[in-house]
């Protein structure tokens, strides 16, 4: 396993976590596809470590040991899908009575799972707009027990400051959780800006191949994490061992993926303020994105997702998605594979409509997940749809 203070991130995206095989000396870590693991003795139970595999496996280990290396963190739990791990984080830190502030834009499962699931509990959710910290301090409780917050969010890529957040949390000694998912540990890691849980779903661009639907959380405390694991145990929401060794591979190209894709968003957004059908477009990388400075401050890059509007409103846009080629019609984001979502229809269908306009999710936006393929590509595909309206 290499050395965290001394090897660059491309090194320890490949290494870290893993080692050959001390039997064979394979060099990926195998698939340990077993239930139950045989003990030596009642008296040495657990003595290496594992006893069924819905509380720990040695492949699922292994990707976390790698993801706490990328985070910066003291540990990590990986979860069966990113809302597992949401799920988990949320039932850990929370109680009945509590009060958990989120940001008014966070990727439609989290609000679903708050509104609809965790409010019948005794929990009460306040959806803030985390964008400028005053409004957290404002929003703060006597009961409020958790921050949330999603930065870029999913789909406007609103930002979060989350060392101002982590601030305002910290001194009420309250857990600040930061999804990740848009940006990865390569470019903006959360921890070192203050907060206590960088939160991932990893289906996105840690596996980024569109193969497996998974989650992690790591932590800045043992005990936080522990009992994030207490619950995934209770839960039953592990990650299985063989989606383990597939995101295993994944983050093995994590950087190289996500600049060229960030590269291709670049040069795709940049096209799009040329084209006369299109209406605006967002993109943290934009002079006109309004929190550019924060962008470049808490991150070193502005990742592979963008949205737009067409000129002619909503059924514009449905043409425009529908005439679309090398673009996929697809939920999920961050893979190789470039894709473009309906938000409206898709990931926030569950938002009541005034929620999601007044969070700035309107009925036209086109939300991009730039791929791997090459930007002249991708840009031919959208300006034969656009030339088309
Ligand atoms: N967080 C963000 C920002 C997401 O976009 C998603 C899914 O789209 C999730 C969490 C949930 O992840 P999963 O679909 O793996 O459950």
């Known amino acids: 396993m290499s050395d965290n203070t001394k090897h660059s991130f491309q090194t320890r995206e490949v290494h870290d976590g893993v080692a050959p095989d001390p039997t064979t000396g394979a060099i990926l870590t195998p698939i340990y596809q077993t239930t139950t693991y045989v003990q030596e003795s009642v008296d040495r139970y657990m003595d290496k470590g594992y006893s069924y595999s819905r509380s720990g496996n040695p492949t699922v280990t ?48 989290t609000h679903r799972l708050s509104t609809q699931v965790l409010s019948r509990f005794g929990v009460s959710f306040s959806f803030v707009d985390t964008s400028d910290p005053a409004n957290v301090v404002q929003a703060l409780r006597s009961e409020t027990r958790l921050i949330f917050t999603e930065t870029p ?27 990740n998912t848009f940006l990865t540990p390569y470019f903006q890691r959360p921890l070192e800006l203050g907060a206590d849980i960088s939160l991932h779903s990893t289906t996105k661009f840690i596996e980024g191949h569109n193969v497996s639907v998974g989650g992690s959380i790591t932590a800045n405390n043992e005990e936080m994490l522990e009992s994030i694991k207490f619950v995934r145990n209770c839960l039953g929401s592990n990650m299985t061992p063989m989606v383990a060794f597939y995101t295993l591979q994944g983050c093995k190209t994590l950087s190289t993926r996500i600049q060229a894709q960030s590269e291709n968003a670049a040069r ?40 737009f509007e067409v000129k002619g409103g ?16 697809a939920e999920n984001l961050g893979s ?11 990931t926030h269908a569950d938002m009541p409509r005034e929620e999601r306009m007044s969070a700035g999710i309107t009925d036209g936006l086109v939300r ?22």
């Open 62 to 109: 292994a990707l976390e040991e790698k993801i706490t290396s990328l985070e910066n963190g003291v540990g990590s739990a990986c979860f069966a899908t990113g809302m597992a791990a949401t799920s988990a984080t949320m039932m850990a830190l929370l109680n009945h009575g509590d009060h958990c502030i989120l940001s008014d834009v966070v990727y439609g499962g």
């Open 314 to 329: 909503v059924e514009a846009g449905k043409q425009l998605m529908n005439t679309l080629q090398l673009w996929s019609l």
């Open 268 to 307: 795709i957004a940049d096209f799009l303020t040329t084209h006369s059908a299109v209406e605006r477009v967002c993109y943290p990388g934009l002079d006109s994105f309004p929190q550019k400075e924060l962008a470049t401050r808490q991150a070193s890059g502005f990742g592979s997702m963008l949205w």
């Open 153 to 179: 969010a999913n789909p406007t890529l609103k930002l979060t400051d989350i060392a101002a957040v982590s601030e305002i949390a910290n001194e009420k000694t309250i857990p600040h959780v930061v999804d």
């Open 368 to 389: 991009l997940s730039t791929g791997l393929e090459s930007a002249e590509d991708l840009i031919s595909d959208l300006k034969q749809a656009l030339d088309r309206l």
């Open 336 to 346: 190789v594979e470039s894709l473009v979502t309906h938000s409206v229809t898709m």
